[in-house]
């Protein structure tokens, strides 16, 4: 049975990802700082470390033979925008230290999960942007430190490769969601966070909700259940550059947020305030993907946000049942029935 670590196994792609390898039958560690904070994890091991450190990457990888390196210290665009040297410096020792732990004890092969957040800004300046090819990385300027860092580990992953021969294998995500993420707090990302809004103007009977600039800025958004599936498949494949893993159709932010609205069954209107809104279009140009894998994201966005925002209303009517004020958004739930009222 071949045994692989999942780092990061306490974050929503981790967690999803393991649960994935176990019904693969692999024995599976799953490391990370923390727990899973919805549901247990069912890997065969699960190690309590942080990964920042030389000597508790060699914990982790002892023993193993591929690794999945998800650990980041990471979150939405409120947190990239304004944590930059926290997040250059603790993804950069997280991921030199993982990838040579793995090299030290002889991993075969090592799956690094970076980012479109490594495509120049230049590139992403107009709502209606080209789709990204891998290539358009260079010549580089990524927004935010969590796209240089991410870009960094890449190389370091083609030189390990190159000087080293441990199999590396590289996927840029594009906006990943779906049950089981981070949904308040600070470091949920826009379709969490959407979810989270409508969900809490359905309740309130308050049905204005909050947007981020003027909602014009567009993404494309991969459900989670593909994104496992695409991570297991490249790391079985022979590609050895960077791929990019997610949907490509483009949606504007207000166009999510009435997709959301929809699922939820009630109509919403929009408040436009100041936040950080990232760079202005960004899609994924799948050519590479079909090519190598055979193989692209099939779970529609209204699909994937029928799914996400019925766990996240639960989460929410679930903190309203504890009396919590759910995060970011005050007054609380039953302050906003009380003044609407
Ligand atoms: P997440 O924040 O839910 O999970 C990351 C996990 O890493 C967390 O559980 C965190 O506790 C853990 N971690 C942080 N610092 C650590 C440390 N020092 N030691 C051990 N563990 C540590 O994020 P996610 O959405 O599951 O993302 C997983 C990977 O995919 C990350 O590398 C992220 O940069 C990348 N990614 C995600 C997306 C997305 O849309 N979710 C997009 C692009 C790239």
């Not at 800004?121 to 860092?149: C, F, H, I, M």
């Not at 441990?166 to 826009?190: C, M, Q, S, Y």
């Not at 909050?210 to 490249?234: A, H, K, M, N, P």
Request: aromatic share 8%; glycine share 8%; net charge neutral.
């Amino acid at each position: 049975m071949k045994r692989v670590l999942v780092t990061g196994a306490g974050g929503f792609i981790g967690h999803h990802l393991v649960g994935y390898l176990k019904k693969k039958n692999y024995w599976v560690r799953g490391a990370d700082l923390k727990y899973p904070e919805y549901e247990p994890s069912v890997a065969d091991d699960f190690a309590l470390l942080d990964l920042r450190r030389w000597e508790n990457c060699l914990k982790a990888t002892d023993g193993i033979d591929e690794v999945y390196a998800l650990a980041a210290d990471m979150g939405g665009m409120g947190f990239i925008s304004a944590h930059h040297a926290e997040i250059l410096r603790n993804n950069s020792l997280i991921n030199i230290h993982t990838l040579d732990a793995a090299r030290e004890n002889g991993a075969t092969r090592y799956l690094y999960t970076s980012s479109a957040c490594v495509y120049p800004e230049y590139r992403q300046t107009d709502a209606n942007v080209t789709a990204l090819k891998e290539s358009d990385a260079y010549p580089a300027q990524p927004q935010d430190a969590y796209g240089w860092e991410k870009l960094v580990t890449e190389r370091l992953c083609t030189h390990y490769r190159e000087d080293y021969g441990l199999e590396t294998r590289i996927v840029r995500f594009h906006n990943i969601f779906g049950p089981l993420g981070t949904w308040d707090g600070g470091r949920e990302k826009a379709p969490a966070a959407l979810c989270r809004k409508v969900s809490i103007a359905k309740l309130s009977g308050n049905h204005e909700i909050e947007i981020w600039g003027d909602g014009e800025q567009t993404r494309s958004f991969c459900y989670i259940e593909d994104c496992v599936d695409g991570i297991y498949r490249l790391m079985r494949s022979d590609c050895r550059e960077p791929l990019n893993l997610g949907q490509d159709r483009l949606v504007t932010i207000n166009e999510l947020a009435d997709i959301v609205a929809a699922v939820a069954g009630i109509k919403i209107t929009r408040k436009h305030v100041p936040g950080p809104q990232g760079v202005r279009g960004r899609n994924s140009d799948n050519t590479r993907l079909r090519e190598v894998l055979g193989w692209e994201p099939r779970i529609s966005l209204e699909e994937g946000f029928k799914r996400t925002y019925a766990w996240i209303d639960s989460q929410v009517r679930a903190a309203e049942r504890r009396g919590a004020s759910v995060a970011l958004e005050k007054p609380s739930i039953a302050g906003r029935r009380a003044s609407a009222s």
